[in-house]
């Protein structure tokens, strides 16, 4: 019976989303490839319940999480054809190449430096110029933290280590020029893919967030954590402008407010936990600091990344400095 009652009530829960979904003016159909307890995918479920309660009903929010929409290339290309109107995750450059500016190495000192960028009026620029590719994005933050190594090889104590080493990257140009300065083996692969691939010997380690390491699992199947803290990136909510568009502009004004705060609650969240994350990846790995020499190897070697990517045409010599300044500018 009590299987029964179980069955029961979900069915209704389901019935009254659908009847509530049906009911608005409105529908954000949102994806991500966290899990619901990451932080990314808790600020999108106070999202949804804000933006209903706010928009009074008229806006209705469907969220999914751990990647049953598909791999983040693919809700990207989902969120550009209108199947979703939202996403986060990896492929925030398809929406504006100046968003790679965000994942230069050391390019900010660390997250006071980096809240300071992200909510500056230079981010807001680059936001107002994924426009001219059908993406709107109302607000920005920093991707779950800074990187760093997780490996079942050996300690990353500077950027020789690595060398040989068969590390995953996202499936993104400037993510393996980055990875191309530090001597790794790159093997792009979709995040999902990354712990199986571990544990069959595919992939020596990855790099990431404490986050993404500890939610993924991949402590399970590795040995050794080096906290390089080499980059960070940012975390645009990119959503189909076509769809914004036929929001009102009171409800526009409304999405873009509980947007905004959604974000200021999830790097929040993110940045306090990050030493709970750490304590707990220790309990199952070796971890490692860099020294200042050998965090020199690393800031020394990642150089001709900055050149590169005003080469290729992700921004300029003046965007960079741009970058810096702004980051800068709230002490």
């Known amino acids: 019976m009590k299987l029964f009652a179980k069955i029961i009530a979900c ?12 009911a608005a ?30 928009s009074g009903g008229r806006i209705a929010v469907e969220n999914f999480f751990g990647a049953v929409l598909g791999t983040e290339k ?3 290309d989902q969120l550009t054809t209108g199947l979703i109107q939202g996403t986060r995750g990896g492929f925030f450059a398809n929406a504006n190449p100046k968003f790679n500016i965000f994942l230069l190495p050391f390019l900010t000192a660390g997250w ?27 607000a920005t933050g920093i991707s779950q933290g800074f990187r760093m190594y997780v490996n079942k090889v050996r300690p990353i104590t500077e950027v020789a280590d ?34 199986q691939a571990l544990q069959q010997g595919v992939l020596d380690g990855e790099h990431n ?18 906290v390089t803290n080499h980059m960070t990136g940012p975390d645009p909510l990119l959503v189909n402008k076509e769809w914004y568009d036929t929001l009102p502009a009171d409800l526009q004004q409304i999405f873009d407010e509980v947007a905004v705060e959604a974000m200021t609650k999830y790097v929040a969240m993110a940045r306090e936990a990050e030493t709970d994350l750490l304590n707990e990846l220790g309990k199952s790995l070796e ?6 020499e050998g965090l020199a190897t690393f800031q020394e070697a990642v150089k001709p990344v900055y050149q590169q990517g005003v080469d290729d045409g992700h921004f300029t010599a003046a965007d960079i400095d741009a970058a810096r300044k702004a980051a800068k500018s709230c002490g």
């Open 11 to 22: 069915m209704a829960g389901g019935m009254m989303s659908v009847s509530a979904a049906s």
């Open 25 to 54: 003016e409105f529908t954000f159909k949102y994806g991500n490839s966290q899990p619901e307890k990451a932080a990314r995918s808790q600020s999108m479920i106070f999202f949804e319940q804000e933006l209903e309660k706010r």
């Open 74 to 76: 693919g809700m990207y």
């Open 112 to 138: 006071d430096e980096m809240e300071c960028l992200v909510s500056s009026d230079f981010t807001k620029t680059i936001q107002d110029g994924a426009h001219a590719n059908g993406v709107h994005v109302p």
């Open 162 to 195: 690595l060398s040989g080493l068969k590390i995953r990257e996202p499936q993104t140009d400037f993510f393996m020029a980055v990875a191309g300065t530090m001597g790794s083996v790159r093997v792009p692969m979709a995040y999902s893919e990354v712990y």
């Open 209 to 226: 967030p404490p986050a993404n390491i500890y939610n993924y699992k991949h402590y399970e199947v590795t040995k050794y954590l080096s």
């Open 287 to 292: 971890v490692n600091y860099l020294t200042p």
